[in-house]
């Protein structure tokens, strides 16, 4: 299996909204490591490393967003893989 990394800023309603702790049982559950957080500009930011199928269902799942989020874009950067992450967390 391909294993690669996604560095991803999520443009839209995405802050006070559960976002980062949606993503983060979201990439859990795929298997993912990596990171999740809110930047001062209004944006998440995601960075998840595993295997290629998994990161692109992650990538469909963070477009739609927890309920109460409005997506409005996706920048998409695929970087290489470093096997840096023991886990998927939120950083504050």
């Known amino acids: 299996m391909e294993k690669v990394r996604v560095h991803v800023f999520v443009e839209g309603k995405v802050q006070a909204v559960f976002y980062r702790t949606w993503t983060f049982k979201q990439a859990c559950d795929l ?40 997506v409005n874009h996706l920048d998409i950067i695929w970087e290489k893989k470093t096997g840096e992450f023991e886990g998927f967390e939120i950083i504050h």
């Open 31 to 70: 298997g993912l490591t990596g990171w999740a957080r809110n930047i001062e500009d209004g944006r998440v930011e995601v960075v998840a490393e595993g295997e290629k199928k998994q990161i692109d269902k992650l990538i469909r799942l963070i477009k739609i967003g927890p309920p109460l989020a409005k």
